[in-house]
């Protein structure tokens, strides 16, 4: 198996996937500023064009970075960041959903279309209008999740998942690039600080990230 993997917060969240389950996969680097991720070879490897992808050994490429936790978890059960029953996995499914459509990709295309519009402008189709609309949607929905956090440890209850993982990747990303946590989510802003001093955070930065002046 190999990783494509880059600096950024989606590569990021496979790199603490992988550091939680005590998991190494050789890694081949893309120059993502470069927008290596959108012409061959990449792209005929992965045509959704973006990073992180998966290669298997019979060579499948498998992209979305859930899909390959979903495949990783099958292939290594243990420690459960999806689920190790049903129930504990469409609890985690549930709450990951819910954090994609309702925080991580408003907070992304809000970047996307504006602090991130000359990286962007040429790749996707860009709403620069859009920007500041989405960036609120995503504050607002971190204070429906801070009033739902209350007392629990983690997204999904007591259990660390997936939900964390990409949650805390899209926040700290979202800080370096002028999308801070809101001042008024303390319950939000303790689930950051609990999951930022686990090892797998800091292990997860991108040695790039510096040089870029964004956390991924
Ligand atoms: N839906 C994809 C999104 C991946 C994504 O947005 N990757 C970013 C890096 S964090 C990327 O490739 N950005 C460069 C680009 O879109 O050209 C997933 O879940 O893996």
């Given at each position: 198996?190999?990783?494509?993997g ?10 603490v996937f ?5 998991m ?6 893309l120059?993502?500023?470069g927008?290596e ?6 792209t ?10 998966l290669?298997l050994d ?6 979305e970075?859930?899909?390959i ?9 243990k420690p459960?960041l999806?689920g190790?029953?049903?129930?504990e996995?469409?609890?985690?499914r ?6 994609e459509?309702r925080?991580t ?9 504006a602090?991130?519009l000359?990286?962007f402008k040429?790749?996707i189709?860009?709403?620069?209008d859009?920007?500041s609309g989405l ?15 209350g007392d629990?440890?983690?997204v999904?209850?007591d259990r660390?998942t997936?939900?964390d993982i990409?949650?805390y990747?899209?926040?700290d ?9 809101p ?6 802003k303790?689930?950051f600080?609990?999951v930022?001093?686990?090892?797998s955070?800091?292990?997860s ?5 510096a ?5 991924g």
């Amino acid at each position: 198996m190999q990783i494509y993997g880059s600096f950024g917060p989606n590569p990021r969240a496979l790199r603490v996937f992988l550091a939680e389950k005590g998991m190494t996969i050789p890694t081949q680097e893309l120059d993502i500023l470069g927008a290596e991720n959108r012409r061959p070879p990449y792209t005929d490897k992965n045509p959704g064009g973006q990073l992180p992808a998966l290669q298997l050994d019979d060579g499948t490429v498998i992209a979305e970075t859930v899909a390959i936790f979903e495949y990783l978890e099958e292939q290594n059960p243990k420690p459960a960041l999806i689920g190790s029953n049903a129930k504990e996995r469409a609890e985690t499914r549930m709450w990951q959903r819910r954090v994609e459509l309702r925080i991580t990709e408003n907070l992304y295309n809000g970047f996307r279309f504006a602090e991130g519009l000359g990286l962007f402008k040429d790749r996707i189709h860009c709403l620069p209008d859009a920007a500041s609309g989405l960036k609120q949607i995503a504050q607002e929905n971190l204070h429906w999740l801070d009033k739902l956090l209350g007392d629990r440890p983690f997204v999904a209850g007591d259990r660390f998942t997936i939900a964390d993982i990409i949650l805390y990747c899209a926040l700290d990303f979202g800080r370096s690039v002028g999308q801070a946590l809101p001042a008024d989510t303390p319950k939000v802003k303790a689930w950051f600080d609990r999951v930022s001093a686990r090892p797998s955070a800091t292990a997860s930065l991108h040695p790039g990230s510096a040089q870029a002046g964004m956390r991924g």
